[in-house]
Each structure stands twice: as C-alpha cells, then as structure tokens.
C-alpha cells in the first residue's frame, strides 16, 4: 500500500510541474500577443494622428463639404475660366 501512495505522488508531483509550466507559458504568451498588438496600435494610432494632421493641413482647417463654394456649381465654363483661370 506504500509504494501506491509514493507513485501516486510522484504522478500528483510531475503532473502539478507540467500544469504549472503550461500555465507559465500560457501566461506569458498572451503577454507577448498583448505587447504586440499593443505595439501596433500604438504604431497605427501613430499614423492615423499624422494623417489627420496632414489632411487638416491640407483641408486648412475646413470639412471635405465646404471645398467648393456652391455659387462655382451654377457658372458657365467661361465664368468659371473668366474668375478663376485668368490669374
């Protein structure tokens, strides 16, 4: 009966140990994805930011709707050349 109970301990021991080590490693790499994927948000929110700034810039401050003025709509080709091409 003594040698059932020290190999069912040995057996509760290795299998604590692998437990242990699978729950180690699942641990540490969902931390290893997380900083990566935090890492690339970060980079992506990055670039989003820059592009914002840069289209602002571009747009002067303005939405994408106010661009044209909508008296331009209504002109002839010769208005619109007469105003705005000559110069």
Same mark, same amino acid.
């Given at each position: 009966?003594?040698?059932?109970?020290?190999?069912?301990? +040995?057996?509760?021991? +290795?299998?604590?140990?692998?437990?242990?080590?699978?729950?180690?490693?699942?641990?540490?790499?969902?931390?290893?994805?997380?900083?990566? +994927?935090?890492?690339?948000?970060?980079?992506?929110?990055?670039?989003?930011?820059?592009?914002?700034?840069?289209?602002?810039?571009?747009?002067?401050?303005?939405?994408?709707?106010?661009?044209?003025? +909508?008296?331009?709509?209504?002109?002839?080709?010769?208005?619109?050349?007469?105003?705005?091409?000559?110069?």
């Amino acid at each position: 009966m003594n040698i059932i109970k020290i190999i069912l301990a +040995v057996l509760g021991i +290795v299998f604590g140990v692998i437990a242990f080590f699978w729950l180690l490693g699942l641990i540490s790499s969902l931390l290893w994805y997380g900083f990566w +994927v935090g890492l690339l948000a970060a980079v992506g929110y990055g670039g989003y930011r820059m592009f914002r700034k840069a289209e602002d810039r571009a747009l002067r401050g303005g939405s994408a709707s106010a661009l044209g003025n +909508v008296s331009d709509y209504d002109m002839s080709w010769e208005e619109y050349e007469g105003k705005y091409l000559s110069k």
